[in-house]
């Protein structure tokens, strides 16, 4: 089987942005995940980054995939309690940016 890439939103500061990753699953939640390399302007990778899917927030980033997928596993864990009403927060900053910049797309 070939590997299936997914494209996803992710929050970049006050910009959202669209990228190309693979769709993870992370221990302890049943939320769906998604990683992606950091590219820099001549296309080398020099990062890996774990993304929420439905808010868009970073939950880990690290050097190599397996170093961003061990920060995403420890937020997760350091978060637990919170984590449903910390993504709920995320989701709606993210639906937020979207209106604001449809708006300003829109003038």
Known sequence: MTDVKIFYEVVDGDEVETVRGD????PYT???FGMHADCDTWGRTVGWTVTHLLSGAPV????TRDAAFAAAVAY?????????????????????LEHLRR?????
């Open 23 to 26: 769709s993870i699953r992370l």
């Open 30 to 32: 049943d939320a769906s």
């Open 60 to 63: 880990g980033t690290g050097r």
């Open 76 to 96: 997760v864990e350091q978060n637990k309690p919170h984590l449903s009403s910390m993504f709920a927060n995320a989701a709606q900053a993210r639906v937020l």
């Open 103 to 107: 708006k300003a797309e829109a003038r």
